[in-house]
Each structure stands twice: as structure tokens, then as C-alpha cells.
Nanobody
Framework: QVPLVESGGGLVQAGGSLRLSCAAS????????MGWFRQALGKEREFVAA????????YYADSVKGRFTISRDGAKNTVYLQMNSLNPEDTANYYC?????????????????WGQGTQVTVSS
């Protein structure tokens, strides 16, 4: 097991920003990719962003491109999701995940470990 602990969620107004953190129990470079997914009430969990190990590529859902940025701090075993220009459609429980797969880092099934989630609520 690889514990992943998200933090940083909360309530913000539309247009505001939040930074989510995902703290891992070991180096995130032990995984092929780290990702963020979200699940709104009554909806399926969907991909948000991912960052791969080697090469270091980033992936974003079309809905968040230009607004969200995924990054990592290897020394802290932490992955971040900087969320800017938030809108009510971003309201969801956000999950951090770690993959040991070879590809498909935008796909939920490529991830093996999941955090508990952190709630993001964007008011209008």
C-alpha cells in the first residue's frame, strides 16, 4: 500500500484559486505517473491532470487546460494541483492517484493507489 493524503480543498468563489496537495509516503518518482481526478455528486469520476516520471510530461483534461497546473516536489514527496479561475463546474471531490502503468495516464484504470479525496466547492 502507498498512502496518499490530499489537502487544500475548501470553498472559494468563482474566479478564485486553490492549491491542492498530495503527500505520498514515498518518492513520487517510484511511480510512472501521478494524477488528479475529480468526482462531482451524481457523476462519474473524471480525469483532471497527470504528470509522468520519465519523460516528465503533463496531461490535462480539456476542461481545465490553461487554468490548472500540476507539479511535484520530489524532496517533499508531494504533488500539487494549482487551480486558477475556478468556476462552479469545478466543484467536486478531488482525488490524488499514483500509477505503476506504462501508459494511459488520463485513464482511471491506469492508477493503482488513491487518496481519500478533498472537497472543492466553488460558489457563484
Amino acid at each position: 500500500q502507498v498512502p496518499l493524503v490530499e489537502s487544500g480543498g475548501g470553498l472559494v468563489q468563482a474566479g478564485g484559486s486553490l492549491r491542492l496537495s498530495c503527500a505520498a509516503s514515498r518518492s513520487t518518482f517510484g511511480f510512472s505517473a501521478m494524477g488528479w481526478f475529480r468526482q462531482a455528486l451524481g457523476k462519474e469520476r473524471e480525469f483532471v491532470a497527470a504528470i509522468s516520471r520519465t519523460p516528465t510530461n503533463t496531461y490535462y483534461a480539456d476542461s481545465v487546460k490553461g487554468r490548472f497546473t500540476i507539479s511535484r516536489d520530489g524532496a517533499k514527496n508531494t504533488v500539487y494541483l494549482q487551480m486558477n479561475s475556478l468556476n462552479p463546474e469545478d466543484t467536486a471531490n478531488y482525488y490524488c492517484a499514483a500509477s505503476t502503468g506504462l501508459r494511459g495516464f488520463t485513464l482511471e484504470r491506469s492508477y493503482d493507489y488513491w487518496g481519500q479525496g478533498t472537497q472543492v466547492t466553488v460558489s457563484s
